[in-house]
């Protein structure tokens, strides 16, 4: 996890597990296998990153949310718009699975 001021740089995989956490945040049968605060730190970010980000997905829903979204999150939510939940969970597992590994 960064420490001091040194900020977690996004790439397209954390966002995808973002959309898929964002997705599901309110049906624990399709959760992750791991608490928010684990999937930050093995993503190498902050819990309160990974919520905010998951936040920006529900603002692009027109579901309230935090509105300074990222253009790579954008891109993201437009690219799985018609990704289903499973096929989500799938990749975010995987991406979770590689990123452990490397640490």
Same mark, same amino acid.
């Given at each position: 996890?960064?420490?001091?001021?040194?900020? *977690?740089?996004?790439?397209?995989?954390?966002? $995808?597990?973002?959309?898929?956490?964002? @997705?599901?945040?309110?049906?624990?049968?399709?959760?992750?296998?791991?608490? *928010?605060?684990?999937?930050a730190?093995?993503?190498?970010?902050?819990?309160?990153?990974?919520?905010? @980000? @998951?936040?920006?997905?529900?603002? $692009?829903?027109n579901?309230?949310g935090?509105?300074?979204?990222?253009k790579?999150?954008?891109?993201i939510?437009?690219? *799985?718009?018609?990704?289903?939940? /499973?096929?989500?969970?799938?990749? /975010?597992?995987?991406?979770?699975? /590689?990123?452990a590994?490397?640490?």
């Open positions: 996890m960064p420490s001091g001021n040194q900020q *977690h740089e996004w790439d397209e995989s954390d966002d $995808l597990v973002a959309l898929y956490l964002y @997705r599901t945040r309110r049906d624990n049968a399709v959760a992750l296998p791991r608490k *928010h605060a684990e999937i730190k093995v993503l190498g970010m902050s819990e309160g990153s990974l919520i905010r @980000r @998951r936040e920006n997905f529900a603002h $692009l829903d579901k309230g935090l509105s300074h979204v990222a790579q999150s954008i891109r939510h437009e690219r *799985h718009e018609k990704t289903t939940n /499973a096929e989500l969970r799938s990749m /975010a597992l995987r991406v979770l699975e /590689a990123k590994n490397q640490q």
